[in-house]
């Protein structure tokens, strides 16, 4: 290993540690620029010489400093307006209906400000009672420039010419924040990675929003982040995550809700043990189904033990293999532990009964799996076929996009969705989930194109998107 890796590598070690921060292949070039420029911010010749002084260091100084180099502040005013829809339509009079007064809400990672006084701005429009807004950035460049309130017309590109006029001024070419704003928010600087018991006491918050910012993190500050989040959360309270950020393997503390064509969660009520969620969790594979070295078959690369024999499970899947789909679930029956209200058993119960052409009773099941994992990609695919059997093609579509936001490798949900939109006459929505579906099929996980394949292999499964994509264009496959 070269000296530059060896210091590259003692400067990432140091970023995971003070900032939570995780920086992959992909984004090797973004760590080095930092180092360079904190080198020769610190007055180091050479890179080097930086890195093996950092012991020496403040901790908290140098973490501050970096973090301006390292963290994302693109962002602009209402932007992914669907959450917002629902933050006003749902999460704010839940809250104040839940005896809330005033709604405390966290931006969590807010960067510039725009997210908190787009919170801010929407509050009053709501008119519906007072909402005390706390906003958290690791990066005090970006706090400053919240706190001044000063945005340019880009980062307003997406605000209505009626919140323009009410809310900001001109300001040379820039707009300033009205005063009223200005003062509902209140911006400290923190860092998610630290567990800074003055934001998360218990029952803190009604509303945390912490959007593309955990993506960013480590595996393990991810858990201990979104512990935090849950535990300052009021039980009911809802946590809004960035578009391409799910809980999946981090949390069972949540309910997925889906409303105003967007997903957001609710913090289970404690105690609630019934309490029937739209959609809820796929954190631990529902079985070892072919053996230790494959995943299970919801597709979540997170193994559990399971107390049944693999040898079982490998059998079960050789008879859906084989199309015997009564003797599969007859041995499904015969495994120690077996049970419906199990989510591991349950699920491949309902994948095997939709299999068999009995949606009702599988439909039955799979309302048991989401009652206790309303998580998984696994059980809202096979919801999504219960639903098209009764003649729901909407809750069908809906449990369908469940299934591709909380695990966005799988293929099957993708395939289906294509099927409903074509139904509807959606062709262009359509060709899309076939595109996606044909890219993600080549890599799928053996075991789960078994239980949810409804017969097919993988070549005839991509042979099916490649038709139904001609046929999107209105040519003969």
């Not at 299970?296 to 499970?313: F, L, M, N, Q």
Request: hydrophobic share 40%; charged share 30%.
């Amino acid at each position: 290993m070269s000296a530059w890796r060896r210091e590259l590598e003692v400067f990432g070690a140091f970023v995971a540690r003070t900032l939570g921060l995780h920086f992959d292949e992909t984004r090797t070039t973004q760590l080095e620029e930092a180092l360079i420029r904190r080198a020769a911010e610190t007055g180091f010749r050479e890179a080097g010489a930086y890195v093996a002084a950092l012991p020496t260091r403040d901790v908290r100084e140098e973490a501050r400093a970096i973090a301006g180099s390292l963290t994302v502040g693109e962002t602009y005013f209402f932007r992914n307006s669907d959450q917002f829809r629902a933050l006003t339509e749902v999460a704010l009079p839940a809250r104040r209906s839940a005896g809330s007064s005033p709604v405390r809400i966290l931006s969590a990672g807010c960067a510039t400000g725009e997210e908190p006084y787009t919170l801010a701005m929407l509050a009053r429009e709501s008119g519906e009672g007072p909402v005390r807004l706390h906003a958290l950035d690791v990066n005090p460049a970006a706090i400053e420039k919240a706190r001044r309130g000063v945005y340019s017309p880009w980062s307003l590109r997406e605000t209505s010419r009626e919140m323009k006029d009410k809310y900001f001024r001109p300001a040379g070419k820039d707009f300033r924040l009205v005063d009223e704003i200005l003062g509902d928010v209140q911006f400290e600087e923190a860092n998610l990675a630290v567990d800074d018991p003055r934001f998360w006491r218990p029952g803190s918050w009604d509303v945390v929003f912490c959007r593309n910012v955990i993506m960013y993190f480590s595996p393990e500050t991810q858990k201990a982040v979104v512990s935090r989040i849950a535990a300052s959360l009021a039980p009911g309270g809802f946590l809004f995550l960035g578009h391409a950020e799910t809980l999946r393997g981090l949390s069972q503390d949540f309910h997925l809700r889906q409303s105003h064509e967007t997903f957001y969660y609710q913090r289970k009520e404690r105690g609630a043990a019934e309490d029937p969620p739209q959609f809820r969790r796929e954190d631990e594979s529902p079985a070892r189904l072919s053996g230790a070295a494959v995943e299970s078959a919801s597709g979540v690369g997170v193994h559990r033990e399971i107390h049944t024999a693999s040898r079982e499970r490998e059998r079960i899947l050789e008879l859906v293999g084989h199309e015997k789909f009564g003797e599969a679930l007859e041995a499904l029956a015969g495994l120690p532990g077996a049970a419906e209200d199990d989510p591991d058993t349950g699920l491949m119960k309902a994948a095997l009964l939709v299999n068999a052409g009995n949606a009702r009773e599988a439909e039955r099941v799979c309302a048991l799996v989401l009652r206790a994992d309303d998580l998984s990609s696994g059980a809202h695919y096979v919801m999504a076929q219960c639903r098209e059997a009764a003649g729901d093609a909407e809750g069908a579509a809906e449990h369908d996009r469940a299934a591709v936001y909380l695990d966005p490798a799988f293929a099957m949900p993708r395939l289906h969705l294509g099927l409903l939109l074509r139904k509807s006459g959606d062709l262009p929505g359509a060709r899309e989930q076939f595109e996606r579906a044909l890219a993600l099929l080549p890599s799928e996980d053996p075991s789960r194109l078994v239980l949810f394949g409804g017969g097919f292999g993988r070549e005839a499964l991509m042979q099916l998107c490649r038709a139904e994509m001609k046929a999107c264009e209105g040519r003969k496959p």
